[in-house]
């Protein structure tokens, strides 16, 4: 697996998230989330672990109205952008799947 540029960091608002889909190696398509805290980004496959729905309705609308937590959209469920724990709704305990990242010269790259 490579490491793949998804955008530039200063594309992301601090504290926001956005989507991102990218096709893969086999073809296949596949959607992240990412997320920035400063000069960091956590980044996730967007799909619950409950169901493997996406999180969003709307494009880039991830966070709970606070901008505290991710949200699913469907049910509500919270998970927190730094580690993808799902502390309240359906997958209570469960986690987003990370995709391990990183920032380099100013891009935010993801190995997929
Ligand atoms: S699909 Fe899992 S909380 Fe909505």
New binding site residues.
Partial sequence: MNMRRLCSLNELRDRGARGFELSLPDGTKASFIVVRDGDAVYVYHNR????G?N?EWQPDQFLDPDGAFLQ?A????LFRPEDGY?VR???AGDRLQAVPAAVIDGEVAIRA
């Fill in positions: 619950c672990p409950h169901t729905i999180l699913c469907t049910h509500g469920a799902c709704g359906p997958c």
